[in-house]
């Protein structure tokens, strides 16, 4: 079983940055393609970013591309968000995910992840 425990949100104000981490239980997520996901009170869970199991593939929703960027520390066993320019609606909860597979088409999906994270608050103010 992997567990996943994300960190570093917080309250902070338009144009701020944060950095999201996200911290594995077991090295195989080395190999695990991982996602970051996010959920507003009233709304969907929604895709924001995703990373193959080296790096070398990432995703993001057009609503964080050019702003957001996902990365990993296989030595770390660690998935981060650097979010720049926040905004107002970008307030949700942050939800990290491991699919147990190196890469997918399907980042975007939430049926893609076998494991999710609980989750780190994001309050941006405007």
């Known amino acids: 079983q992997v567990q996943l425990v994300e960190s570093g949100g917080g309250l902070v104000q338009t144009g701020d940055s944060l950095r999201l981490s996200c911290a594995a239980s077991?090295?195989?997520?080395?190999?695990?393609?991982m996602g970051w996901f996010r959920q507003a009170p009233g709304k969907e869970r929604e895709f924001v970013g995703g990373?193959?199991?080296?790096?070398?593939?990432?995703y993001y929703a057009d609503s964080v591309k050019g702003r957001f960027t996902i990365s990993r520390d296989n030595d770390k066993n660690a998935v981060y968000l650097q979010m720049n320019s926040l905004k107002p609606e970008d307030t949700a909860v942050y939800y990290c995910a491991a699919a147990r597979a190196p890469y997918s088409d399907y980042v975007h999906r939430g049926s893609t992840y076998d494991y999710w994270g609980q989750g780190t608050q994001v309050t941006v103010s405007s």
């Open positions: 077991i090295r195989t997520v080395s190999t695990y393609a």
């Open positions: 990373i193959s199991w080296s790096g070398g593939r990432t």
